[in-house]
Every structure is written in structure tokens, then in C-alpha cells.
């Protein structure tokens, strides 16, 4: 069983900065891949960006490449989101996500590839 906590997200101008943070508990196995997920009202939720927790290899979705940086602290179970030149269309819900299994480049962004999920954290960003 993992349980994850997002935290952090607010409400910022275009150009600023948030830090998402997701504390997680579980066995480290069962979170060998850790993604953050946005979904804006009356869209999909899309990946933006997956860690493997193992390796350390990270990826990122093209529409924030640059701007958003996704890191862990292993030691305190912690994934974080850096997101800075914030821009308006960035203002979704954020949710954190775990599997087992490690992030393939094809399935790391795909939603139903994840068995476990936080609450979310909400990122508003006004122009």
C-alpha cells in the first residue's frame, strides 16, 4: 500500500515560481516510478513529468521541458516539482502518482499505468 501527500501549490503570477513537494510511504518498491499529473477542469489529466526512483532517470513532457524539474530526496521518501516561468495554462490540479514499475519512455505519462495517487494540489496562475 503507498500513500501519497501533495502539498504546495497556490496561486502565483505568470512568470513566478511554485514548488510541488509529495510525501510518500510504502515500500520503495512499489514506487520505482513517481510521476506528477496535471488536469485542468474539462480536460484530461496528462503526465508532465516521472521520475525513476531507482536510477534517477527523469522525464518530462515537452509542454513544460525547461521550466518544470522533477527531483526526489530518497532518503525522506519525498518527490518534489520545481515549476518556474509559470504561464497561465499551467493552472491545473496537480496530482502525485506511483507504480512498481519502472517509467518506460512510452507509458511514463499515462495515467491508467499508475496504481497509486494523491489528493492533488491545486496551481492557479493569473496573468
Known amino acids: 500500500q503507498v500513500h501519497l501527500v501533495e502539498s504546495g501549490g497556490g496561486s502565483v503570477q505568470a512568470g513566478g515560481s511554485l514548488m510541488l513537494s509529495c510525501a510518500a510511504s510504502?515500500?520503495?518498491?512499489?514506487?520505482?516510478?513517481m510521476g506528477w499529473f496535471r488536469q485542468a477542469p474539462g480536460k484530461e489529466r496528462e503526465g508532465v513529468a516521472a521520475?525513476?526512483?531507482?536510477?534517477?532517470?527523469?522525464y518530462t513532457a515537452d509542454s513544460v521541458k525547461g521550466r518544470f524539474t522533477i527531483s526526489q530526496d530518497a532518503a525522506k521518501s519525498m518527490l518534489y516539482l520545481q515549476m518556474n516561468s509559470l504561464e497561465p495554462e499551467d493552472t491545473a490540479m496537480y496530482y502525485c502518482?506511483?507504480?512498481?514499475?519502472?517509467?518506460?519512455?512510452?507509458?511514463?505519462?499515462?495515467?491508467?499505468?499508475?496504481?497509486?495517487w494523491g489528493q492533488g494540489t491545486q496551481v492557479t496562475i493569473s496573468s
Open positions: 521520475i525513476n526512483t531507482r536510477l534517477e532517470t527523469t
Open positions: 502518482a506511483a507504480r512498481v514499475y519502472n517509467c518506460a519512455s512510452g507509458s511514463w505519462s499515462v495515467p491508467g499505468t499508475f496504481a497509486w
Open positions: 510504502g515500500d520503495a518498491y512499489t514506487r520505482t516510478c
